[in-house]
Protein backbone atom coordinates (compact mmCIF):
# COMPACT_ATOMS: atom_id res chain seq x y z
CA UNK A 1 0.00 0.00 0.00
CA UNK A 2 1.66 3.15 -1.12
CA UNK A 3 -0.86 5.88 -2.06
CA UNK A 4 -2.89 7.74 0.68
CA UNK A 5 -6.21 6.65 1.31
CA UNK A 6 -9.26 8.65 2.77
CA UNK A 7 -10.63 6.33 4.94
CA UNK A 8 -9.09 2.97 6.26
CA UNK A 9 -10.85 -0.18 8.55
CA UNK A 10 -8.37 -1.51 10.89
CA UNK A 11 -8.08 -3.94 13.36
CA UNK A 12 -6.33 -5.44 16.49
CA UNK A 13 -7.13 -9.19 16.18
CA UNK A 14 -6.32 -11.09 19.44
CA UNK A 15 -7.37 -14.42 20.37
CA UNK A 16 -9.80 -13.26 23.09
CA UNK A 17 -11.25 -10.07 22.04
CA UNK A 18 -10.60 -8.12 18.46
CA UNK A 19 -10.61 -4.49 18.16
CA UNK A 20 -12.21 -2.73 15.00
CA UNK A 21 -12.17 1.07 13.67
CA UNK A 22 -12.26 3.19 10.75
CA UNK A 23 -9.81 6.20 10.70
CA UNK A 24 -9.54 9.04 8.06
CA UNK A 25 -6.91 11.28 7.03
CA UNK A 26 -9.33 14.42 8.10
CA UNK A 27 -9.35 12.68 12.08
CA UNK A 28 -6.27 11.66 12.19
CA UNK A 29 -4.42 8.57 14.11
CA UNK A 30 -5.70 9.45 17.68
CA UNK A 31 -9.22 9.13 17.22
CA UNK A 32 -11.11 6.94 14.67
CA UNK A 33 -14.24 7.79 13.27
CA UNK A 34 -15.96 5.04 14.52
CA UNK A 35 -14.67 1.75 16.63
CA UNK A 36 -16.43 -1.71 18.03
CA UNK A 37 -14.76 -4.56 19.80
CA UNK A 38 -16.18 -8.04 19.46
CA UNK A 39 -15.07 -11.17 21.58
CA UNK A 40 -13.02 -13.39 18.79
CA UNK A 41 -14.04 -16.78 19.72
CA UNK A 42 -17.78 -16.19 19.12
CA UNK A 43 -17.19 -16.01 15.61
CA UNK A 44 -16.23 -18.62 13.24
CA UNK A 45 -13.58 -15.74 11.30
CA UNK A 46 -12.67 -12.91 10.55
CA UNK A 47 -15.16 -11.95 7.33
CA UNK A 48 -18.05 -12.88 9.10
CA UNK A 49 -16.86 -10.97 12.49
CA UNK A 50 -16.20 -7.72 9.47
CA UNK A 51 -19.46 -8.00 7.68
CA UNK A 52 -21.16 -7.68 10.92
CA UNK A 53 -19.54 -4.59 11.60
CA UNK A 54 -19.30 -2.95 8.30
CA UNK A 55 -23.34 -3.52 8.76
CA UNK A 56 -23.66 -1.26 11.12
CA UNK A 57 -21.91 2.16 9.86
CA UNK A 58 -22.95 3.83 6.99
CA UNK A 59 -18.76 4.99 6.15
CA UNK A 60 -17.23 3.45 2.71
CA UNK A 61 -13.67 1.83 3.13
CA UNK A 62 -11.55 0.61 0.49
CA UNK A 63 -8.76 -1.03 2.10
CA UNK A 64 -8.06 -2.65 5.48
CA UNK A 65 -4.97 -3.41 7.84
CA UNK A 66 -5.34 -5.86 10.37
CA UNK A 67 -2.57 -6.56 13.35
CA UNK A 68 -3.17 -10.16 14.62
CA UNK A 69 -1.57 -12.16 17.18
CA UNK A 70 0.75 -13.98 15.19
CA UNK A 71 3.35 -14.39 12.94
CA UNK A 72 2.97 -13.22 9.28
CA UNK A 73 4.71 -14.74 6.55
CA UNK A 74 3.87 -13.99 2.77
CA UNK A 75 0.42 -12.41 3.19
CA UNK A 76 -1.02 -15.26 5.24
CA UNK A 77 -1.38 -16.02 9.54
CA UNK A 78 -2.21 -17.70 11.78
CA UNK A 79 -3.91 -16.68 15.07
CA UNK A 80 -1.76 -18.07 17.77
CA UNK A 81 -4.37 -18.72 20.31
CA UNK A 82 -7.44 -19.09 17.93
CA UNK A 83 -8.32 -21.36 15.35
CA UNK A 84 -8.32 -18.60 12.77
CA UNK A 85 -6.00 -18.79 9.24
CA UNK A 86 -5.87 -15.39 7.51
CA UNK A 87 -4.87 -14.91 4.00
CA UNK A 88 -4.39 -11.42 2.76
CA UNK A 89 -5.78 -11.80 -0.72
CA UNK A 90 -8.69 -13.83 0.45
CA UNK A 91 -9.81 -10.95 3.06
CA UNK A 92 -9.81 -8.80 -0.15
CA UNK A 93 -12.10 -11.07 -2.00
CA UNK A 94 -14.30 -12.11 0.66
CA UNK A 95 -15.07 -8.32 1.72
CA UNK A 96 -14.75 -6.58 -1.63
CA UNK A 97 -11.96 -4.62 -0.75
CA UNK A 98 -9.17 -3.07 -2.59
CA UNK A 99 -6.21 -4.69 -0.37
CA UNK A 100 -6.10 -6.05 2.46
CA UNK A 101 -2.60 -5.79 4.81
CA UNK A 102 -1.84 -8.30 8.11
CA UNK A 103 1.10 -7.33 10.00
CA UNK A 104 2.15 -8.66 13.86
CA UNK A 105 -0.29 -7.34 16.11
CA UNK A 106 2.77 -6.07 18.36
CA UNK A 107 4.02 -4.65 15.32
CA UNK A 108 1.30 -2.36 14.34
CA UNK A 109 1.88 -1.80 18.31
CA UNK A 110 5.38 -0.43 17.92
CA UNK A 111 4.33 1.21 15.45
CA UNK A 112 2.42 3.52 17.32
CA UNK A 113 4.74 4.22 20.19
CA UNK A 114 6.87 7.48 18.92
CA UNK A 115 3.49 9.17 18.46
CA UNK A 116 2.50 8.45 22.12
CA UNK A 117 1.78 11.67 24.64
CA UNK A 118 3.00 11.69 28.16
CA UNK A 119 -1.13 11.22 29.26
CA UNK A 120 -1.11 7.74 27.24
CA UNK A 121 2.06 6.80 29.75
CA UNK A 122 2.59 5.68 33.19
CA UNK A 123 6.36 5.84 33.93
CA UNK A 124 7.68 3.41 36.15
CA UNK A 125 11.47 4.24 36.00
CA UNK A 126 12.45 7.19 34.60
CA UNK A 127 16.16 6.33 33.46
CA UNK A 128 17.64 8.70 31.18
CA UNK A 129 16.35 7.97 27.80
CA UNK A 130 18.80 8.37 24.49
CA UNK A 131 18.30 9.88 21.62
CA UNK A 132 17.52 7.97 18.72
CA UNK A 133 18.22 4.70 21.36
CA UNK A 134 15.92 1.34 20.43
CA UNK A 135 13.11 0.78 21.73
CA UNK A 136 11.34 -2.43 22.93
CA UNK A 137 7.58 -2.89 23.70
CA UNK A 138 6.36 -6.11 25.48
CA UNK A 139 2.44 -6.73 25.72
CA UNK A 140 1.26 -9.38 27.65
CA UNK A 141 -2.80 -9.72 26.73
CA UNK A 142 -4.14 -13.27 25.76
CA UNK A 143 -0.34 -14.45 24.54
CA UNK A 144 2.76 -12.71 25.05
CA UNK A 145 3.67 -10.31 22.32
CA UNK A 146 6.96 -8.57 21.60
CA UNK A 147 8.70 -6.03 19.43
CA UNK A 148 11.44 -3.51 18.96
CA UNK A 149 11.57 -0.06 16.98
CA UNK A 150 15.43 1.15 15.95
CA UNK A 151 16.25 4.50 14.83
CA UNK A 152 17.30 4.93 11.11
CA UNK A 153 18.82 8.86 11.27
CA UNK A 154 15.55 10.08 10.43
CA UNK A 155 12.40 8.52 12.05
CA UNK A 156 11.75 4.90 13.76
CA UNK A 157 11.45 1.58 12.02
CA UNK A 158 9.68 -0.94 13.55
CA UNK A 159 10.36 -4.39 13.69
CA UNK A 160 8.32 -8.12 14.55
CA UNK A 161 9.19 -10.46 17.00
CA UNK A 162 8.41 -14.09 18.38
CA UNK A 163 10.03 -13.79 21.53
CA UNK A 164 7.24 -14.44 23.60
CA UNK A 165 7.46 -18.05 22.63
CA UNK A 166 11.44 -18.02 23.94
CA UNK A 167 12.72 -20.54 26.50
CA UNK A 168 11.05 -19.36 30.04
CA UNK A 169 14.09 -19.03 32.63
CA UNK A 170 13.32 -19.13 36.21
CA UNK A 171 15.40 -16.42 38.18
CA UNK A 172 14.69 -18.24 41.73
CA UNK A 173 13.53 -21.64 43.25
CA UNK A 174 9.48 -21.18 42.68
CA UNK A 175 9.74 -20.18 39.53
CA UNK A 176 12.36 -23.23 39.22
CA UNK A 177 9.51 -25.28 40.66
CA UNK A 178 7.10 -23.70 38.22
CA UNK A 179 9.28 -24.47 35.09
CA UNK A 180 9.31 -28.54 36.38
CA UNK A 181 5.43 -28.47 37.03
CA UNK A 182 4.86 -27.45 33.80
CA UNK A 183 7.51 -29.51 31.71
CA UNK A 184 5.68 -32.09 32.87
CA UNK A 185 2.65 -31.01 30.82
CA UNK A 186 4.14 -29.39 28.19
CA UNK A 187 7.07 -30.47 25.68
CA UNK A 188 8.15 -26.70 25.33
CA UNK A 189 7.38 -24.01 28.06
CA UNK A 190 7.87 -20.66 26.89
CA UNK A 191 7.61 -17.38 28.14
CA UNK A 192 4.30 -17.02 26.99
CA UNK A 193 2.65 -19.61 29.22
CA UNK A 194 4.36 -17.98 32.55
CA UNK A 195 4.08 -13.91 31.41
CA UNK A 196 0.22 -13.67 30.07
CA UNK A 197 -3.13 -14.71 30.50
CA UNK A 198 -2.37 -17.89 29.56
CA UNK A 199 0.44 -17.42 32.05
CA UNK A 200 -1.78 -16.19 34.60
CA UNK A 201 -3.78 -18.92 34.81
CA UNK A 202 -0.86 -21.76 34.68
CA UNK A 203 0.74 -20.09 37.93
CA UNK A 204 -2.62 -19.89 39.60
CA UNK A 205 -3.28 -23.75 39.18
CA UNK A 206 0.47 -24.25 40.06
CA UNK A 207 0.20 -22.38 43.24
CA UNK A 208 -2.83 -23.63 44.26
CA UNK A 209 -2.12 -27.53 43.42
CA UNK A 210 1.69 -27.03 45.56
CA UNK A 211 -0.41 -25.48 48.83
CA UNK A 212 0.49 -21.48 48.33
CA UNK A 213 -2.72 -20.63 49.20
CA UNK A 214 -6.35 -21.90 49.68
CA UNK A 215 -8.74 -20.98 47.19
CA UNK A 216 -11.90 -19.31 48.69
CA UNK A 217 -15.33 -20.68 47.62
CA UNK A 218 -16.45 -17.82 46.00
CA UNK A 219 -13.73 -17.93 44.01
CA UNK A 220 -13.56 -21.30 42.88
CA UNK A 221 -18.03 -20.97 42.06
CA UNK A 222 -16.74 -18.26 39.52
CA UNK A 223 -13.90 -19.59 38.38
CA UNK A 224 -16.15 -22.81 37.62
CA UNK A 225 -18.07 -21.21 34.84
CA UNK A 226 -15.60 -18.90 33.78
CA UNK A 227 -14.26 -18.61 29.94
CA UNK A 228 -11.31 -16.75 30.86
CA UNK A 229 -9.62 -16.96 34.78
CA UNK A 230 -7.74 -13.56 33.85
CA UNK A 231 -10.42 -11.34 35.26
CA UNK A 232 -11.17 -12.97 38.86
CA UNK A 233 -7.27 -13.45 39.49
CA UNK A 234 -6.89 -10.65 39.13
CA UNK A 235 -10.05 -8.71 40.91
CA UNK A 236 -9.74 -11.02 43.66
CA UNK A 237 -5.55 -10.07 43.99
CA UNK A 238 -6.38 -6.07 43.92
CA UNK A 239 -9.92 -6.32 46.10
CA UNK A 240 -8.70 -5.49 48.96
CA UNK A 241 -12.12 -5.28 51.09
CA UNK A 242 -11.66 -9.39 50.28
CA UNK A 243 -8.03 -10.13 49.23
CA UNK A 244 -7.18 -13.81 48.22
CA UNK A 245 -3.80 -14.49 49.35
CA UNK A 246 -3.75 -17.35 46.08
CA UNK A 247 -4.64 -14.54 44.02
CA UNK A 248 -1.82 -12.21 45.19
CA UNK A 249 0.89 -14.96 45.55
CA UNK A 250 -0.34 -15.65 41.51
CA UNK A 251 0.03 -11.85 40.76
CA UNK A 252 3.01 -10.92 42.32
CA UNK A 253 4.68 -14.29 40.64
CA UNK A 254 3.64 -13.35 37.30
CA UNK A 255 4.71 -9.64 38.18
CA UNK A 256 8.36 -10.65 38.95
CA UNK A 257 8.55 -12.82 35.66
CA UNK A 258 7.37 -9.80 33.59
CA UNK A 259 9.78 -7.50 35.13
CA UNK A 260 12.88 -10.10 34.67
CA UNK A 261 11.50 -10.99 31.15
CA UNK A 262 11.45 -7.10 30.39
CA UNK A 263 14.92 -6.67 31.38
CA UNK A 264 15.90 -9.60 29.04
CA UNK A 265 14.34 -7.26 26.36
CA UNK A 266 16.29 -4.20 27.46
CA UNK A 267 19.56 -6.15 27.95
CA UNK A 268 19.06 -7.52 24.52
CA UNK A 269 18.13 -4.88 22.03
CA UNK A 270 19.81 -2.46 24.17
CA UNK A 271 16.95 -0.63 24.56
CA UNK A 272 17.95 2.68 25.27
CA UNK A 273 14.85 4.52 24.31
CA UNK A 274 12.94 3.17 26.58
CA UNK A 275 10.91 -0.57 27.63
CA UNK A 276 6.99 -0.13 27.19
CA UNK A 277 4.96 -2.48 28.28
CA UNK A 278 1.55 -2.91 26.41
CA UNK A 279 -1.38 -5.81 26.16
CA UNK A 280 -4.48 -6.08 27.97
CA UNK A 281 -3.04 -6.75 31.59
CA UNK A 282 -0.45 -4.04 32.92
CA UNK A 283 -2.65 -1.45 32.61
CA UNK A 284 -5.37 -3.62 34.95
CA UNK A 285 -2.54 -4.45 37.59
CA UNK A 286 -0.81 -0.97 38.03
CA UNK A 287 -1.08 -1.23 41.71
CA UNK A 288 1.26 -3.88 41.35
CA UNK A 289 3.42 -3.27 38.90
CA UNK A 290 4.37 0.46 40.61
CA UNK A 291 5.55 -1.90 43.95
CA UNK A 292 9.05 -3.17 44.29
CA UNK A 293 8.84 -6.86 42.82
CA UNK A 294 8.57 -5.34 39.00
CA UNK A 295 11.04 -3.10 38.32
CA UNK A 296 13.41 -5.87 41.36
CA UNK A 297 13.29 -8.59 38.96
CA UNK A 298 13.73 -5.89 36.19
CA UNK A 299 17.47 -4.61 37.43
CA UNK A 300 18.06 -7.60 38.34
CA UNK A 301 20.97 -8.38 35.81
CA UNK A 302 24.30 -8.91 37.45
CA UNK A 303 27.16 -6.84 36.65
CA UNK A 304 24.48 -4.84 33.96
CA UNK A 305 22.40 -3.69 36.88
CA UNK A 306 23.37 -0.59 36.96
CA UNK A 307 22.69 -0.30 33.31
CA UNK A 308 19.25 -1.38 33.67
CA UNK A 309 18.46 1.71 36.36
CA UNK A 310 19.23 4.03 32.94
CA UNK A 311 16.30 2.13 30.81
CA UNK A 312 13.09 4.02 31.13
CA UNK A 313 10.19 1.92 31.44
CA UNK A 314 6.37 2.83 30.88
CA UNK A 315 3.21 1.19 30.90
CA UNK A 316 1.20 1.97 27.82
CA UNK A 317 -1.92 3.44 28.72
CA UNK A 318 -4.25 4.10 25.88
CA UNK A 319 -5.94 0.91 24.70
CA UNK A 320 -6.17 2.14 20.80
CA UNK A 321 -2.66 1.99 20.09
CA UNK A 322 -2.55 -1.08 18.67
CA UNK A 323 -5.13 0.58 16.15
CA UNK A 324 -3.01 3.34 15.37
CA UNK A 325 0.11 1.23 14.87
CA UNK A 326 -2.04 -0.65 11.65
CA UNK A 327 -3.67 2.72 10.57
CA UNK A 328 -0.37 4.40 10.23
CA UNK A 329 0.12 1.91 6.98
CA UNK A 330 -3.22 3.12 5.39
CA UNK A 331 -2.92 6.78 6.25
CA UNK A 332 0.62 7.33 6.37
CA UNK A 333 2.53 5.44 4.11
CA UNK A 334 6.19 7.67 4.84
CA UNK A 335 6.15 6.14 8.19
CA UNK A 336 3.64 3.51 7.93
CA UNK A 337 6.12 1.08 5.65
CA UNK A 338 8.39 -0.19 8.36
CA UNK A 339 8.22 -3.74 7.93
Not at 239 to 253: I, S
Request: charged share 20%.
Amino acid sequence: MTKQTTAVLTGDIGGTKTNLAVFSSESGLSTPLVEASFSSRDYSSLEVMVREFLSRIKIKVDCASFGVAGPVVNGQARITNLPWVLDEKHLADALGLSHVHLMNDLLAFARAVPLLDPKDLLTLNKGRKVPGGAIAVIAPGTGLGQAYLTWDDTRYRAHPSEGGHADFAPTNALETRLLLHLLDRFKHVSMEQVCSGIGLTNIYKFLKEHGHGEEPIWLAEQLSTARDFVPAIVNAALDMGRPCRLCQATLNTFVSILGAEAGNLALKMMASGGIYLGGGIPPRILPVLQKGPFMEAFRQKGRMSGLMDEIPVHVILNPKVALMGAACYGLCPQTGETE
